[in-house]
């Protein structure tokens, strides 16, 4: 991968986690689980995963694609895969930026990488179904609407005055 590239990942990281901040002496805050942004926020969280998925995950560790070892063009679509994409990315910062352990890459490999990669690219995994060039949405596993911890439905003819 051309260093450049991993470069402008790393600037726009940097400018991202810096935000409103600049000019001040106190350290940016850390990043928020992509899970609890919505709007611009996940927007630009989003995009940036995608820079760092698409422009090292990818190129180093996507491995080919088969009926075994799923991947979706589209993994975006697939909330658990942002999910987990991010907590991976969120690591691999932590573990190999320039003031990460020397250990720092060889941890992430082992602690991070090889489990979500597994996961992900499991057969009945969030990319189940797709196929190369074919997203397949997922349903959602049902629901019971009533709440089993909350106060228990009222007995017949509970609540009914004569």
């Not at 805050?29 to 698409?54: D, K, N, S, V």
């Amino acid at each position: 991968m051309p260093m450049e590239n991993l470069e402008a990942i790393g600037a726009e990281r940097d400018l991202a986690a810096v935000g409103q901040s600049a000019g001040q002496e106190e350290a940016p805050a850390q990043p928020l689980f992509i899970l609890y942004m919505e709007g611009p926020a996940y927007g630009q969280t989003l995009r940036q995963l995608t820079l760092w998925t698409h422009h090292v995950l990818l190129p180093v560790y996507g491995r080919e694609v088969t009926s075994t070892a799923p991947w979706c063009s589209s993994w975006w679509e697939h909330p658990e895969a942002v999910a987990q994409l991010h907590g991976l990315w969120l690591a691999w910062i932590d573990l190999t930026g320039p003031k990460s352990p020397m250990a720092g890459p060889a941890s992430w490999h082992r602690d991070y990488l090889s489990p979500v990669m597994a996961s992900l690219r499991d057969p009945q995994g969030p990319f189940a179904g797709c196929k190369p060039g074919m997203h397949r949405p997922k349903d959602t596993p049902p629901i019971d609407a009533m709440d089993p911890f909350g106060p228990p439905p009222p007995s017949p003819g509970e609540g009914v005055h004569a």
